[in-house]
């Protein structure tokens, strides 16, 4: 049975750091499309990062290039995503997901597995 499982989120002041993680089993994170999304009230799902089926290379959407880095632990299987300098607009629910057949992407229709979520809220 495959599972994501997100951890990590939280309440932090604008300007703080948090890292998720993402605990895989039954999906090997060495050599699949791993991506990390998320959904703010209101709005819809949109992709933050993606890291690819090979070598690890990493991949952003504009709004957090210089502030999310993507990583993943094949030992682990668990899949990171440190973010710095949060800022209010940042508030959402952070979910991980993972895809059999891509190399990379950051569509949602893309994924085929999805963890249940992580809440972060950056507010004073």
């Known amino acids: 049975q495959v599972q994501f499982v997100e951890s990590g989120g939280g309440l932090v002041q604008p300007g703080g750091s948090l890292r998720l993680s993402c605990v895989v089993s039954g999906f ?14 209101g709005k819809g799902r949109e992709g933050v990062s993606s890291i690819d089926n090979g070598p690890g290379y990493t991949y952003y959407k504009d709004p957090v290039k210089g502030r999310f880095t993507i990583s ?11 973010m710095n300098n949060l800022k209010p607009e940042d508030t959402a629910v952070y979910f991980c997901a993972g895809s059999e057949d891509i ?8 994924y085929h597995y999805w963890g249940q979520g992580t809440q972060v809220t950056v507010s004073s």
């Open 72 to 82: 993943k632990d094949v030992a682990r299987n668990t899949v990171y995503l440190q």
């Open 103 to 110: 190399i990379w992407s950051l569509d949602s229709n893309d």
């Open 28 to 41: 090997t994170v060495e050599d699949h499309a791993i991506g990390w999304f998320r959904q703010a009230p």
